[in-house]
Protein backbone atom coordinates (compact mmCIF):
# COMPACT_ATOMS: atom_id res chain seq x y z
CA UNK A 1 0.00 0.00 0.00
CA UNK A 2 1.58 3.13 -1.42
CA UNK A 3 1.06 6.06 1.06
CA UNK A 4 2.16 8.69 -0.13
CA UNK A 5 2.22 9.06 -3.99
CA UNK A 6 4.95 11.08 -6.08
CA UNK A 7 4.72 12.66 -9.36
CA UNK A 8 5.85 12.85 -12.37
CA UNK A 9 8.17 10.01 -12.26
CA UNK A 10 11.32 12.04 -14.15
CA UNK A 11 11.34 15.67 -15.12
CA UNK A 12 13.63 17.42 -17.54
CA UNK A 13 14.14 20.91 -17.37
CA UNK A 14 16.16 24.04 -18.49
CA UNK A 15 18.60 25.85 -16.39
CA UNK A 16 16.91 28.54 -14.87
CA UNK A 17 13.59 27.30 -15.07
CA UNK A 18 11.80 26.27 -12.27
CA UNK A 19 11.27 22.46 -11.31
CA UNK A 20 7.62 21.20 -9.62
CA UNK A 21 7.84 17.74 -7.76
CA UNK A 22 4.47 16.57 -6.51
CA UNK A 23 3.48 14.57 -3.37
CA UNK A 24 -0.17 13.15 -1.88
CA UNK A 25 -0.35 11.02 1.33
CA UNK A 26 -3.36 9.48 2.91
CA UNK A 27 -2.33 8.82 6.62
CA UNK A 28 -3.94 12.44 7.77
CA UNK A 29 -1.76 11.20 11.32
CA UNK A 30 1.65 12.26 9.10
CA UNK A 31 3.00 15.06 10.68
CA UNK A 32 6.74 15.56 9.08
CA UNK A 33 7.32 15.72 5.46
CA UNK A 34 10.90 15.68 4.36
CA UNK A 35 12.22 16.38 1.32
CA UNK A 36 15.44 13.79 0.11
CA UNK A 37 17.98 14.15 -2.62
CA UNK A 38 20.01 11.63 -3.81
CA UNK A 39 23.17 11.73 -6.44
CA UNK A 40 24.21 8.55 -8.10
CA UNK A 41 25.99 5.57 -6.41
CA UNK A 42 25.06 8.01 -2.96
CA UNK A 43 22.65 7.92 0.12
CA UNK A 44 19.57 10.24 0.16
CA UNK A 45 20.67 13.74 1.94
CA UNK A 46 18.15 15.65 3.25
CA UNK A 47 17.23 18.54 1.18
CA UNK A 48 14.44 20.43 3.41
CA UNK A 49 11.20 19.75 5.46
CA UNK A 50 8.51 21.08 6.97
CA UNK A 51 5.80 20.75 9.89
CA UNK A 52 1.59 20.87 8.45
CA UNK A 53 2.08 24.30 10.83
CA UNK A 54 3.30 26.04 7.89
CA UNK A 55 2.52 26.24 4.70
CA UNK A 56 5.18 27.05 2.91
CA UNK A 57 9.13 26.86 3.70
CA UNK A 58 12.03 28.38 1.61
CA UNK A 59 15.52 27.49 1.66
CA UNK A 60 17.56 29.12 -0.93
CA UNK A 61 16.13 28.12 -4.08
CA UNK A 62 14.49 25.14 -3.02
CA UNK A 63 10.51 26.06 -1.64
CA UNK A 64 7.97 23.16 -0.07
CA UNK A 65 4.63 24.43 -0.66
CA UNK A 66 2.03 22.23 2.29
CA UNK A 67 -1.95 22.10 1.26
CA UNK A 68 -3.10 20.33 4.72
CA UNK A 69 -6.69 19.82 3.78
CA UNK A 70 -5.82 18.67 -0.08
CA UNK A 71 -3.28 16.36 2.14
CA UNK A 72 -0.68 17.59 -0.65
CA UNK A 73 3.05 19.02 -0.49
CA UNK A 74 5.05 20.01 -2.90
CA UNK A 75 9.13 20.73 -3.92
CA UNK A 76 9.74 24.08 -6.24
CA UNK A 77 13.50 24.36 -7.64
CA UNK A 78 13.94 28.32 -8.20
CA UNK A 79 16.51 28.95 -10.89
CA UNK A 80 17.38 25.07 -11.61
CA UNK A 81 20.69 24.05 -12.47
CA UNK A 82 22.68 21.03 -13.63
CA UNK A 83 23.98 20.41 -10.27
CA UNK A 84 20.66 19.93 -9.12
CA UNK A 85 20.21 17.09 -11.59
CA UNK A 86 19.22 14.18 -9.05
CA UNK A 87 16.51 11.69 -7.95
CA UNK A 88 14.31 13.53 -5.32
CA UNK A 89 12.17 11.75 -2.58
CA UNK A 90 9.63 13.10 -1.01
CA UNK A 91 8.33 11.25 2.76
CA UNK A 92 6.34 10.92 5.80
CA UNK A 93 6.05 10.23 9.04
CA UNK A 94 4.51 10.53 12.12
CA UNK A 95 6.38 12.45 14.89
CA UNK A 96 4.66 11.64 17.87
CA UNK A 97 6.25 9.25 20.94
CA UNK A 98 5.51 6.03 19.69
CA UNK A 99 5.97 5.96 15.49
CA UNK A 100 8.75 8.77 15.38
CA UNK A 101 11.63 8.17 12.26
CA UNK A 102 9.11 5.41 10.39
CA UNK A 103 9.49 7.05 7.15
CA UNK A 104 7.48 6.66 4.36
CA UNK A 105 8.49 7.36 0.60
CA UNK A 106 7.25 8.71 -2.47
CA UNK A 107 8.45 6.72 -5.67
CA UNK A 108 11.15 9.16 -6.34
CA UNK A 109 11.58 11.51 -9.39
CA UNK A 110 14.56 11.96 -11.80
CA UNK A 111 15.13 15.31 -12.74
CA UNK A 112 17.34 16.25 -15.35
CA UNK A 113 18.44 20.31 -16.06
CA UNK A 114 20.21 21.18 -19.07
CA UNK A 115 22.48 23.36 -19.53
CA UNK B 1 33.21 12.03 12.01
CA UNK B 2 32.53 9.54 9.75
CA UNK B 3 28.97 10.17 10.26
CA UNK B 4 26.95 5.89 8.50
CA UNK B 5 29.06 3.84 7.37
CA UNK B 6 27.99 0.71 5.33
CA UNK B 7 30.09 -3.04 4.20
CA UNK B 8 30.36 -4.28 1.52
CA UNK B 9 28.83 -1.38 -1.32
CA UNK B 10 29.04 -4.72 -3.46
CA UNK B 11 27.81 -7.96 -3.07
CA UNK B 12 27.33 -10.71 -5.68
CA UNK B 13 25.32 -13.70 -3.35
CA UNK B 14 23.98 -17.31 -5.05
CA UNK B 15 20.26 -18.05 -4.02
CA UNK B 16 20.16 -19.36 -0.27
CA UNK B 17 23.53 -18.26 1.08
CA UNK B 18 23.43 -16.14 3.98
CA UNK B 19 25.11 -12.45 4.69
CA UNK B 20 25.57 -9.88 6.98
CA UNK B 21 25.32 -6.09 5.90
CA UNK B 22 27.41 -3.89 8.06
CA UNK B 23 26.03 -0.54 8.94
CA UNK B 24 28.24 1.59 11.84
CA UNK B 25 27.66 5.46 12.92
CA UNK B 26 29.71 7.41 15.07
CA UNK B 27 26.91 10.39 15.90
CA UNK B 28 26.12 8.62 19.21
CA UNK B 29 22.78 8.33 17.47
CA UNK B 30 19.57 5.82 19.30
CA UNK B 31 17.93 5.61 16.13
CA UNK B 32 18.79 3.36 13.08
CA UNK B 33 17.15 1.68 10.51
CA UNK B 34 17.51 -0.24 7.12
CA UNK B 35 15.68 0.53 3.92
CA UNK B 36 15.60 -1.37 0.46
CA UNK B 37 15.39 0.90 -2.31
CA UNK B 38 14.00 -0.59 -5.75
CA UNK B 39 13.45 1.38 -8.89
CA UNK B 40 9.97 2.69 -8.87
CA UNK B 41 9.52 1.79 -5.54
CA UNK B 42 11.31 4.40 -3.38
CA UNK B 43 12.85 3.20 -0.50
CA UNK B 44 10.75 1.20 2.34
CA UNK B 45 11.49 0.16 6.00
CA UNK B 46 13.33 -3.03 6.84
CA UNK B 47 13.57 -3.10 10.18
CA UNK B 48 14.67 -0.01 13.12
CA UNK B 49 15.88 -0.10 16.30
CA UNK B 50 15.30 2.93 19.20
CA UNK B 51 18.12 1.96 21.27
CA UNK B 52 20.61 -0.75 21.97
CA UNK B 53 19.06 -4.12 22.34
CA UNK B 54 15.34 -3.05 21.24
CA UNK B 55 14.63 -3.56 17.65
CA UNK B 56 11.65 -3.94 15.61
CA UNK B 57 10.13 -4.38 12.01
CA UNK B 58 8.57 -2.34 9.29
CA UNK B 59 7.00 -2.66 5.92
CA UNK B 60 9.09 -5.06 4.40
CA UNK B 61 10.82 -7.62 7.65
CA UNK B 62 10.18 -10.78 5.46
CA UNK B 63 13.54 -12.91 4.80
CA UNK B 64 15.74 -10.37 7.34
CA UNK B 65 16.95 -10.21 10.81
CA UNK B 66 18.72 -7.72 13.00
CA UNK B 67 19.96 -6.93 16.26
CA UNK B 68 21.29 -4.41 18.31
CA UNK B 69 24.01 -4.86 20.68
CA UNK B 70 25.33 -1.28 20.75
CA UNK B 71 24.12 2.12 20.16
CA UNK B 72 27.25 2.27 16.90
CA UNK B 73 26.32 -0.86 14.97
CA UNK B 74 23.20 -2.02 13.59
CA UNK B 75 23.81 -5.45 11.45
CA UNK B 76 21.34 -6.68 8.86
CA UNK B 77 21.31 -10.29 8.03
CA UNK B 78 19.76 -11.67 4.86
CA UNK B 79 18.83 -16.00 6.46
CA UNK B 80 18.54 -17.25 2.96
CA UNK B 81 19.23 -15.07 -0.45
CA UNK B 82 16.37 -14.81 -2.67
CA UNK B 83 16.20 -13.17 -5.97
CA UNK B 84 13.62 -11.03 -4.44
CA UNK B 85 16.05 -9.14 -2.38
CA UNK B 86 18.25 -7.83 -4.95
CA UNK B 87 17.95 -4.00 -4.16
CA UNK B 88 20.14 -1.70 -2.87
CA UNK B 89 20.19 -1.31 0.80
CA UNK B 90 20.39 1.69 2.83
CA UNK B 91 21.28 1.88 6.86
CA UNK B 92 19.94 5.10 8.22
CA UNK B 93 20.36 6.85 11.39
CA UNK B 94 19.28 9.97 13.93
CA UNK B 95 18.53 11.56 17.19
CA UNK B 96 15.58 10.72 19.20
CA UNK B 97 15.63 14.03 20.99
CA UNK B 98 14.85 17.61 20.45
CA UNK B 99 12.58 19.36 18.28
CA UNK B 100 11.85 18.83 14.38
CA UNK B 101 15.26 20.33 13.49
CA UNK B 102 16.71 17.17 14.70
CA UNK B 103 14.57 14.78 13.09
CA UNK B 104 17.02 14.48 10.18
CA UNK B 105 17.94 10.91 9.21
CA UNK B 106 21.64 10.27 8.26
CA UNK B 107 21.51 7.48 5.54
CA UNK B 108 25.10 5.74 4.51
CA UNK B 109 26.36 5.18 0.95
CA UNK B 110 24.31 1.81 0.51
CA UNK B 111 25.09 -1.75 -0.19
CA UNK B 112 24.59 -2.90 -3.73
CA UNK B 113 23.36 -6.71 -3.34
CA UNK B 114 22.59 -8.99 -6.26
CA UNK B 115 21.20 -12.51 -5.65
CA UNK B 116 21.31 -14.84 -8.53
Known amino acids: QQQVKQSPQSLIVQKGGISIINCAYE??????FPWYQQFPGKGPALLIA?????SEKKEGRFTISFNKSAKQFSLHIMDSQPGDSATYFCAASMEDGTSYGKLTFGQGTILTVHP | NAGVTQTPKFQVLKTGQSMTLQCAQDMNHEYMSWYRQDPGMGLRLIHYSVGAGITDQGEVPNGYNVSRSTTEDFPLRLLSAAPSQTSVYFCASRTTIGTSSSYEQYFGPGTRLTVT
Open chain 1, 27 to 32: NTAFDY
Open chain 1, 50 to 54: IRPDV
